[in-house]
Nanobody, 122 residues
Framework: VQLQASGGGLVQAGDSLRLSCAAP????????MYWFRQAPGKVRELVAS????????DYADSVKGRFTISRDNAKNAVYLQMNYVRPEDTAVYYC????????????????WGQGTLVTVSS
């Protein structure tokens, strides 16, 4: 199963960026979706979570108020709108699918995407 993340790139601090993730091979509405990120030399961080219906969302404190996760079950897609980005947001961003919705880091998830690199210059 492939989760296809896109939308990364080089931006300046304060800019906006929208990441997208397509999941054409799964019954998308059966899965909660997540965005993780990993910066060089740092541990992987759970950035945002969204429930199967999209009614529930949750964010890491580091991005709360700046990032928004959303989904379109008709398009089998999840998005991460990133506003007022900061250099510390620089990382590879991964979309993840799991049949279980949780706002805390779990030891395993069903499917991981290949990642898209976001670089924020100061």
């Amino acid at each position: 199963v492939q989760l296809q993340a896109s939308g990364g790139g080089l931006v300046q601090a304060g800019d906006s960026l929208r990441l997208s993730c397509a999941a054409p091979e799964i019954t998308f509405s059966n899965y909660a979706m997540y965005w993780f990120r990993q910066a060089p030399g740092k541990v992987r961080e759970l950035v945002a979570s969204i429930s199967r219906s999209g009614e529930s969302t949750d964010y890491a404190d580091s991005v709360k108020g700046r990032f928004t996760i959303s989904r379109d079950n008709a398009k089998n897609a999840v998005y991460l709108q990133m506003n007022y980005v900061r250099p510390e947001d620089t990382a590879v961003y991964y979309c993840v699918a799991d049949s279980y919705y949780s706002t805390t880091y779990q030891t395993r998830y069903d499917y991981w995407g290949q990642g898209t690199l976001v670089t924020v210059s100061s």
